[in-house]
């Protein structure tokens, strides 16, 4: 999974390195988008260790 800022808003995505694009973007809302343009991505952050 990695954190997207896209055209409408911010969410996550899964990234498919095979085909270099963002699979199944998901932005939190009751709005569902067609297309998407992502302008930035970057890898979630691991999470914290105990």
Known sequence: MV?????HGVG???YDAFHDTMNQVMIPGNTQYGRYEVT???PLPEPPKN
């Open 3 to 7: 954190l997207v800022v896209t055209n």
């Open 12 to 14: 996550c995505a899964k």
């Open 40 to 42: 930035y991505w970057m």
